[in-house]
Protein backbone atom coordinates (compact mmCIF):
# COMPACT_ATOMS: atom_id res chain seq x y z
CA UNK A 1 0.00 0.00 0.00
CA UNK A 2 1.35 3.49 -1.04
CA UNK A 3 0.12 6.97 -0.56
CA UNK A 4 -1.71 8.32 -3.35
CA UNK A 5 -3.24 11.78 -3.86
CA UNK A 6 -6.34 12.67 -5.09
CA UNK A 7 -5.70 16.20 -6.62
CA UNK A 8 -7.76 19.01 -7.63
CA UNK A 9 -9.34 17.86 -10.36
CA UNK A 10 -13.49 17.92 -10.08
CA UNK A 11 -15.36 14.38 -8.80
CA UNK A 12 -16.45 12.19 -11.67
CA UNK A 13 -20.04 13.71 -12.78
CA UNK A 14 -21.69 10.80 -12.78
CA UNK A 15 -21.10 10.71 -9.16
CA UNK A 16 -24.00 14.37 -9.05
CA UNK A 17 -25.74 13.01 -11.89
CA UNK A 18 -29.52 13.45 -12.15
CA UNK A 19 -32.16 11.34 -13.11
CA UNK A 20 -35.36 12.64 -15.38
CA UNK A 21 -37.02 13.60 -12.83
CA UNK A 22 -34.13 15.55 -10.98
CA UNK A 23 -33.00 13.82 -8.18
CA UNK A 24 -29.80 12.78 -7.40
CA UNK A 25 -28.97 9.18 -5.94
CA UNK A 26 -28.10 11.18 -2.20
CA UNK A 27 -31.28 12.67 -2.61
CA UNK A 28 -33.07 9.74 -3.50
CA UNK A 29 -31.73 7.49 -0.76
CA UNK A 30 -32.12 10.14 2.09
CA UNK A 31 -35.92 10.03 0.65
CA UNK A 32 -35.66 6.22 0.99
CA UNK A 33 -33.70 6.08 4.64
CA UNK A 34 -36.45 8.39 5.74
CA UNK A 35 -39.92 7.29 4.57
CA UNK A 36 -42.04 6.17 7.60
CA UNK A 37 -41.77 1.71 8.65
CA UNK A 38 -45.67 0.21 8.89
CA UNK A 39 -45.04 -2.24 12.10
CA UNK A 40 -42.82 -5.21 11.57
CA UNK A 41 -42.21 -4.07 7.97
CA UNK A 42 -38.43 -4.23 6.99
CA UNK A 43 -36.59 -1.21 5.13
CA UNK A 44 -35.31 -2.62 2.13
CA UNK A 45 -31.92 -2.41 0.53
CA UNK A 46 -31.15 1.03 -1.30
CA UNK A 47 -29.65 -0.16 -4.83
CA UNK A 48 -26.75 2.53 -5.06
CA UNK A 49 -25.29 2.85 -8.68
CA UNK A 50 -23.45 6.18 -9.23
CA UNK A 51 -20.24 4.96 -7.85
CA UNK A 52 -20.14 1.88 -10.56
CA UNK A 53 -20.35 4.18 -13.53
CA UNK A 54 -17.74 4.46 -16.09
CA UNK A 55 -15.92 7.38 -15.19
CA UNK A 56 -15.67 6.67 -11.70
CA UNK A 57 -13.91 3.45 -12.87
CA UNK A 58 -11.72 5.15 -14.86
CA UNK A 59 -10.55 8.21 -12.54
CA UNK A 60 -9.47 5.18 -10.28
CA UNK A 61 -7.88 3.55 -12.45
CA UNK A 62 -6.04 6.50 -13.42
CA UNK A 63 -5.22 7.45 -9.56
CA UNK A 64 -4.24 4.09 -8.86
CA UNK A 65 -2.18 3.14 -12.01
CA UNK A 66 -4.86 0.13 -12.53
CA UNK A 67 -3.52 -1.33 -8.83
CA UNK A 68 -5.90 -1.88 -5.59
CA UNK A 69 -5.30 0.47 -3.30
CA UNK A 70 -4.84 -1.73 -0.54
CA UNK A 71 -2.79 -4.86 -2.28
CA UNK A 72 -1.27 -2.66 -5.33
CA UNK A 73 -1.72 -5.70 -7.33
CA UNK A 74 -2.47 -5.30 -11.12
CA UNK A 75 -6.66 -6.32 -10.48
CA UNK A 76 -7.41 -5.71 -14.38
CA UNK A 77 -5.23 -9.24 -14.50
CA UNK A 78 -7.49 -11.03 -12.30
CA UNK A 79 -11.17 -9.56 -12.55
CA UNK A 80 -13.18 -6.21 -12.89
CA UNK A 81 -12.76 -3.70 -10.53
CA UNK A 82 -14.60 -3.21 -7.40
CA UNK A 83 -15.09 0.30 -6.62
CA UNK A 84 -14.94 -0.13 -3.01
CA UNK A 85 -16.48 2.32 -0.30
CA UNK A 86 -14.08 2.71 2.36
CA UNK A 87 -16.67 4.27 4.44
CA UNK A 88 -19.20 1.31 3.65
CA UNK A 89 -22.39 2.30 2.38
CA UNK A 90 -25.39 -0.08 3.49
CA UNK A 91 -24.31 -1.61 6.79
CA UNK A 92 -21.44 -1.50 9.71
CA UNK A 93 -20.38 -4.68 10.45
CA UNK A 94 -20.85 -5.74 14.02
CA UNK A 95 -23.07 -2.46 14.25
CA UNK A 96 -26.64 -3.82 13.16
CA UNK A 97 -28.24 -0.96 14.06
CA UNK A 98 -26.20 1.12 11.98
CA UNK A 99 -27.11 1.49 8.53
CA UNK A 100 -23.64 2.34 6.69
CA UNK A 101 -22.64 5.61 5.82
CA UNK A 102 -25.17 5.95 2.85
CA UNK A 103 -24.76 9.61 2.76
CA UNK A 104 -21.30 9.42 1.59
CA UNK A 105 -21.76 6.38 -0.61
CA UNK A 106 -21.15 8.55 -3.93
CA UNK A 107 -18.52 11.11 -2.44
CA UNK A 108 -15.61 11.03 -4.28
CA UNK A 109 -13.50 11.26 -1.22
CA UNK A 110 -14.81 7.90 -0.01
CA UNK A 111 -14.36 5.44 -3.20
CA UNK A 112 -11.13 3.01 -3.73
CA UNK A 113 -10.12 0.89 -6.65
CA UNK A 114 -9.89 -2.88 -5.30
CA UNK A 115 -9.41 -6.59 -5.62
CA UNK A 116 -11.71 -8.51 -4.86
CA UNK A 117 -9.86 -10.62 -2.63
CA UNK A 118 -8.96 -7.46 -0.47
CA UNK A 119 -12.73 -6.08 -0.99
CA UNK A 120 -14.94 -9.12 -0.52
CA UNK A 121 -15.82 -11.17 2.74
CA UNK A 122 -13.85 -14.09 3.19
CA UNK A 123 -15.52 -15.53 6.48
CA UNK A 124 -14.75 -12.70 8.40
CA UNK A 125 -16.19 -12.23 11.44
CA UNK A 126 -16.20 -8.59 13.63
CA UNK A 127 -12.79 -6.61 13.87
CA UNK A 128 -11.24 -6.55 17.46
CA UNK A 129 -9.05 -3.77 19.26
CA UNK A 130 -6.02 -5.55 19.66
CA UNK A 131 -1.94 -5.50 18.29
CA UNK A 132 -1.79 -9.08 18.80
CA UNK A 133 -1.29 -10.60 15.32
CA UNK A 134 -1.56 -14.39 16.42
CA UNK A 135 -5.30 -12.92 17.80
CA UNK A 136 -6.22 -11.19 15.34
CA UNK A 137 -5.56 -14.09 12.56
CA UNK A 138 -7.26 -16.47 14.86
CA UNK A 139 -10.30 -13.96 15.06
CA UNK A 140 -10.68 -12.78 11.87
CA UNK A 141 -10.69 -13.73 8.76
CA UNK A 142 -9.77 -11.69 5.19
CA UNK A 143 -12.03 -9.26 3.05
CA UNK A 144 -13.22 -5.84 4.21
CA UNK A 145 -16.91 -6.26 2.84
CA UNK A 146 -18.72 -3.66 5.57
CA UNK A 147 -16.10 -3.78 8.30
CA UNK A 148 -15.24 -0.16 8.86
CA UNK A 149 -13.90 -0.52 12.94
CA UNK A 150 -13.03 2.61 14.55
CA UNK A 151 -12.24 4.34 18.03
CA UNK A 152 -14.48 7.02 19.29
CA UNK A 153 -18.02 7.91 18.29
CA UNK A 154 -19.29 6.45 15.41
CA UNK A 155 -20.92 9.35 12.99
CA UNK A 156 -24.53 8.98 12.08
CA UNK A 157 -26.62 10.33 9.14
CA UNK A 158 -26.00 12.79 7.84
CA UNK A 159 -23.03 13.99 9.68
CA UNK A 160 -20.07 14.51 7.87
CA UNK A 161 -17.50 15.98 10.30
CA UNK A 162 -15.84 12.52 11.34
CA UNK A 163 -13.47 13.94 13.64
CA UNK A 164 -15.03 11.68 16.40
CA UNK A 165 -14.21 8.83 14.35
CA UNK A 166 -10.82 7.21 14.71
CA UNK A 167 -10.73 4.83 11.38
CA UNK A 168 -8.72 1.43 12.62
CA UNK A 169 -8.73 1.11 8.72
CA UNK A 170 -5.94 2.74 6.52
CA UNK A 171 -6.89 4.74 3.29
CA UNK A 172 -4.02 5.17 1.29
CA UNK A 173 -5.77 8.61 -0.05
CA UNK A 174 -5.66 9.82 3.71
CA UNK A 175 -2.88 7.90 5.04
CA UNK A 176 0.43 7.32 4.95
CA UNK A 177 0.44 3.68 5.06
CA UNK A 178 4.37 3.96 5.65
CA UNK A 179 3.83 4.75 9.00
CA UNK A 180 1.85 2.47 9.85
CA UNK A 181 3.15 -1.12 7.56
CA UNK A 182 6.50 -2.40 6.27
CA UNK A 183 8.35 -5.32 4.79
CA UNK A 184 10.12 -8.16 6.43
CA UNK A 185 13.38 -6.98 4.84
CA UNK A 186 16.51 -6.71 6.94
CA UNK A 187 18.99 -8.45 7.72
CA UNK A 188 18.65 -10.42 4.58
CA UNK A 189 15.15 -11.99 5.93
CA UNK A 190 13.05 -10.72 3.13
CA UNK A 191 10.09 -13.02 3.02
CA UNK A 192 7.38 -10.95 1.30
CA UNK A 193 5.24 -9.86 4.70
CA UNK A 194 3.73 -6.81 5.60
CA UNK A 195 4.19 -6.63 9.09
CA UNK A 196 2.94 -3.29 11.39
CA UNK A 197 5.23 -0.31 12.05
CA UNK A 198 6.65 -0.34 15.74
CA UNK A 199 5.11 3.66 16.28
CA UNK A 200 3.58 5.62 18.88
CA UNK A 201 0.11 5.35 16.69
CA UNK A 202 -2.07 6.54 20.33
CA UNK A 203 -2.04 9.32 22.86
CA UNK A 204 -1.78 7.89 26.41
CA UNK A 205 -4.31 10.53 26.89
CA UNK A 206 -7.02 9.82 24.97
CA UNK A 207 -9.77 8.16 26.84
CA UNK A 208 -9.80 5.05 24.45
CA UNK A 209 -6.40 4.16 25.26
CA UNK A 210 -7.29 1.99 27.97
CA UNK A 211 -9.27 -0.12 24.89
CA UNK A 212 -5.50 -1.56 23.88
CA UNK A 213 -4.43 -3.17 26.95
CA UNK A 214 -1.17 -3.85 28.50
CA UNK A 215 0.22 -5.28 25.40
CA UNK A 216 -0.13 -2.53 23.44
CA UNK A 217 2.19 -0.84 25.79
CA UNK A 218 4.53 -3.50 25.91
CA UNK A 219 4.67 -4.17 21.95
CA UNK A 220 4.18 -0.17 20.68
CA UNK A 221 2.88 -1.75 17.11
CA UNK A 222 0.55 0.38 15.09
CA UNK A 223 -2.45 -1.25 15.45
CA UNK A 224 -3.98 0.56 12.67
CA UNK A 225 -1.58 -1.37 10.63
CA UNK A 226 -1.97 -4.76 12.41
CA UNK A 227 -5.63 -4.56 11.86
CA UNK A 228 -5.37 -3.36 8.18
CA UNK A 229 -3.17 -5.76 7.17
CA UNK A 230 -5.78 -8.68 8.65
CA UNK A 231 -9.04 -7.25 7.66
CA UNK A 232 -7.52 -6.55 3.97
CA UNK A 233 -5.73 -9.24 3.38
CA UNK A 234 -2.17 -8.45 2.90
CA UNK A 235 -0.65 -11.25 3.78
CA UNK A 236 -2.70 -13.89 1.55
CA UNK A 237 -0.43 -16.37 -0.19
CA UNK A 238 -0.72 -15.43 -3.65
CA UNK A 239 0.28 -12.11 -2.41
CA UNK A 240 3.54 -13.31 -0.50
CA UNK A 241 4.44 -15.44 -3.25
CA UNK A 242 4.14 -12.17 -5.91
CA UNK A 243 6.32 -9.97 -3.32
CA UNK A 244 8.76 -13.13 -2.93
CA UNK A 245 8.78 -13.01 -6.44
CA UNK A 246 9.65 -8.80 -6.46
CA UNK A 247 12.44 -9.40 -3.54
CA UNK A 248 14.09 -12.11 -5.77
CA UNK A 249 13.98 -9.91 -8.86
CA UNK A 250 15.31 -6.94 -6.56
CA UNK A 251 18.06 -9.32 -5.25
CA UNK A 252 19.27 -10.65 -8.56
CA UNK A 253 19.87 -6.69 -9.45
CA UNK A 254 21.59 -5.75 -6.04
CA UNK A 255 23.96 -8.65 -6.47
CA UNK A 256 24.69 -7.72 -10.18
CA UNK A 257 25.03 -3.64 -9.49
CA UNK A 258 27.71 -4.94 -6.74
CA UNK A 259 29.77 -7.12 -8.03
CA UNK A 260 30.06 -4.73 -11.25
CA UNK A 261 30.90 -2.49 -8.98
CA UNK A 262 33.77 -4.97 -7.66
CA UNK A 263 34.75 -5.05 -11.43
CA UNK A 264 35.07 -1.43 -11.73
CA UNK A 265 37.40 -1.50 -8.32
CA UNK A 266 39.39 -3.71 -9.29
CA UNK A 267 39.78 -2.39 -12.71
CA UNK A 268 40.95 0.86 -11.44
CA UNK A 269 43.30 -0.44 -8.97
CA UNK A 270 45.35 -2.45 -11.35
CA UNK A 271 48.46 -1.90 -13.34
CA UNK A 272 46.12 -1.41 -16.79
CA UNK A 273 43.73 1.40 -15.46
CA UNK A 274 45.54 4.01 -17.86
CA UNK A 275 45.19 1.90 -20.84
CA UNK A 276 42.34 3.01 -23.11
CA UNK A 277 40.78 -0.45 -23.41
CA UNK A 278 40.76 -0.49 -19.94
CA UNK A 279 39.14 3.02 -19.34
CA UNK A 280 36.83 2.35 -22.39
CA UNK A 281 35.10 -1.10 -20.16
CA UNK A 282 35.25 0.63 -16.93
CA UNK A 283 32.97 3.37 -18.68
CA UNK A 284 30.88 0.60 -20.40
CA UNK A 285 30.40 -1.19 -16.95
CA UNK A 286 29.63 1.88 -15.15
CA UNK A 287 27.01 2.80 -17.66
CA UNK A 288 25.87 -0.81 -17.57
CA UNK A 289 25.49 -0.31 -13.93
CA UNK A 290 23.36 2.89 -14.02
CA UNK A 291 21.01 0.99 -16.46
CA UNK A 292 20.36 -1.60 -13.93
CA UNK A 293 19.81 1.00 -10.98
CA UNK A 294 17.69 2.70 -13.46
CA UNK A 295 15.25 -0.63 -13.77
CA UNK A 296 15.60 -0.98 -10.13
CA UNK A 297 14.29 2.58 -9.24
CA UNK A 298 11.04 2.09 -11.75
CA UNK A 299 10.55 -0.71 -9.76
CA UNK A 300 9.67 1.77 -7.22
CA UNK A 301 7.45 3.68 -9.30
CA UNK A 302 3.97 4.35 -8.66
CA UNK A 303 2.89 2.75 -11.90
CA UNK A 304 4.44 -0.81 -10.47
CA UNK A 305 3.00 -3.31 -8.86
CA UNK A 306 4.23 -3.77 -5.17
CA UNK A 307 6.03 -0.58 -5.83
CA UNK A 308 5.87 0.10 -1.96
CA UNK A 309 7.92 -3.02 -1.39
CA UNK A 310 10.55 -1.99 -4.08
CA UNK A 311 10.93 1.32 -2.94
CA UNK A 312 11.28 -0.07 1.13
CA UNK A 313 14.31 -2.77 -0.29
CA UNK A 314 16.15 -0.61 -2.23
CA UNK A 315 16.16 2.24 0.62
CA UNK A 316 17.46 -0.99 2.67
CA UNK A 317 20.19 -1.26 0.11
CA UNK A 318 21.48 2.05 -0.21
CA UNK A 319 21.41 1.92 3.76
CA UNK A 320 23.55 -1.16 3.70
CA UNK A 321 25.85 0.35 1.55
CA UNK A 322 26.50 3.31 3.24
CA UNK A 323 27.27 1.46 6.48
CA UNK A 324 29.27 -0.68 4.35
CA UNK A 325 31.65 3.07 3.00
CA UNK A 326 31.56 3.77 6.76
CA UNK A 327 33.02 0.72 7.75
CA UNK A 328 36.25 0.81 5.09
Given at each position: ???V????K??????????????T??????????????????????K?????????????????????????????????????????K???????????????????????P???????R?????????????????????????????????????????S???????????????E???????????????I???I?????????Y????Q??????I??R??????????????????????I?????????????????????????????????A??????????????????????????????????????R????????
Amino acid sequence: MRSVKRGNKPPPPSLMSTKKDGTTELERVRAHMTKPLKPNEKRESFKFSVYKSDDVKKRLEELFHGKCAYCESFYASQAPVDVEHYRPKGAVEGEHQHPGYWWVAMDWENLLPSCIDCNRRRKQIIPVVVNNMRQLHQNMQTGKKDSFPILGVRSLAENKNFSQEKPLLLDPTRDNPSEHITYCIKNDNAVGLIIPQMIHDVDENNHDYAMLGQERLERNISIRGAISIQVYGLNRIKLVQERISLINRMRFLEEVVVELGTIIQNLNNSELNNFPDVINAIKSIKLLQEKILTEMRNLTMPHAPFSSLAKAYLDDFKDRLRAELLNI
